[in-house]
């Protein structure tokens, strides 16, 4: 009798959480998925582009601290 065999009750629990653990991950990709993106980008450009107040700037400064802030909270 083969391991797999033995064990075979067992797959329905590991498939079912290694689907989870997946739609976990999937949600966490997706969540930062914008701000990776934007080292692909000319930020320089895109500051131009989109940045013209002073209220663009300090709107979205206070984004990116939110932001800094969530990325210390992920785990190591």
């Not at 709107?59 to 210390?72: D, G, P, V």
């Amino acid at each position: 009798m083969c391991v797999g065999n033995r064990n075979a009750h067992r797959y329905g629990q590991l498939f079912a959480k290694a689907e989870e653990l997946f739609g976990r991950l999937n949600a966490v990709k997706d969540r930062w998925l914008q701000w990776v993106a934007l080292g692909s980008v000319d930020l320089d450009n895109l500051a131009d582009q989109h940045l013209h107040t002073s209220e663009d700037w300090d709107h979205n400064f206070r984004a990116s601290k939110t932001w800094s802030q969530e990325i210390a909270k992920l785990p190591t």
